[in-house]
């Protein structure tokens, strides 16, 4: 599987809002689970939302829950990470990869694109 391609990023203030997108050039992304991570500088990479591959079934860590949604447009084959009232502790480089379940934020490949840069700051 190529990497997939994650863009959307910025710099915002707190308490603002960015939309991440996930695209897969050279493979139906509408045939897989999808998660979104994220690795903040010193830190390891951990998972912070999923969807199903149809969209009906979304997951979130405690930390994005009530702020971030995962959502997919399986017609133009791309997965968005809505991301409101973001706080400087989101500050990360996000990545997106194809993963095994909703409920298992672990990627079928090791195998990860550039990522975007969120940068959440005053």
């Known amino acids: 599987q190529p990497p997939l391609v994650e863009s959307g990023g910025g710099l915002v203030q707190p308490g603002g809002s960015l939309r991440l997108s996930c695209t897969a050039s050279?493979?139906?992304?509408?045939?897989?689970?999808v998660g979104w991570f994220r690795q903040a500088p010193g830190k390891e990479r951990e998972g912070v939302a999923s969807?199903?591959?149809?969209?009906?079934?979304?997951n979130y860590v405690g930390a994005v829950k009530g702020r971030f949604t995962i959502s997919r447009d399986n017609v133009q084959n791309v997965v968005y990470l809505q991301m409101n009232s973001l706080e400087p502790e989101d500050t990360a480089v996000y990545h997106c990869?194809?993963?095994?379940?909703?409920?298992?934020?672990?990627?079928?490949?090791?195998?990860w694109g550039q990522g975007t840069q969120v940068t959440v700051s005053s």
């Open positions: 990869n194809t993963i095994w379940s909703v409920g298992d934020l672990r990627p079928v490949y090791d195998n």
């Open positions: 050279r493979f139906n992304l509408r045939d897989y689970t």
């Open positions: 969807i199903s591959s149809s969209g009906g079934s979304t």
